[in-house]
């Protein structure tokens, strides 16, 4: 029994380092994909607002049961847009000695609070102010316009 719980505390520990940005200079992460992440987690959480609002009002078990889930998938998709910009940018990318480090900072510090206000609420502008922002976001840290082949 005690080697079965070391098992499975162990298969947990390394589960939750391999999902998680690792904090040794590898150099496997790239910065281009954990945008387009971040833009896929907003389109995500865009489409999720859309589908709790329709379901609004309906009290039948499975209007219920389809608007809990969504409103799980919205949080945890702006989660792993808070975790990405805290575990990623800030603990790794964005370096103090850099000129522009101010106004990275900002700019992922408004990516991380627009992610809080889009997991607080199912207006769909929350999500983009949230795609603005990172948007916004890459502009600062890029040092350009972003180009991407994301829509809603």
Request: neutral net charge; glycine residues 4%; proline residues 2%.
């Amino acid at each position: 029994m005690n080697r079965l719980f070391a098992c499975t505390v162990l298969t947990l520990a390394f589960a939750t380092i391999a999902s998680a940005h690792c904090q040794v200079p590898c150099g496997i992460y790239g910065d281009q994909r954990r945008f387009e992440e971040m833009l896929e987690d907003e389109h995500t959480i865009s489409k999720a607002q859309i589908e709790i609002n329709s379901l609004a009002g309906k009290s039948d078990a499975q209007s219920v049961n389809q608007a809990v889930r969504w409103v799980t998938t919205k949080e945890e998709h702006a989660t792993r847009i808070q975790n990405t910009i805290a575990a990623y940018f800030m603990a790794q990318r964005i370096k103090t000695d850099d000129a522009a480090y101010g106004k990275k900072l900002m700019a992922a510090h408004k990516v991380m609070v627009n992610a809080m206000k889009a997991k607080q609420s199912a207006d769909p502008a929350t999500a983009k102010s949230l795609e603005e922002s990172i948007f916004a976001f890459y502009e600062a840290y890029e040092g350009k316009k972003p180009v991407f082949e994301h829509e809603h």
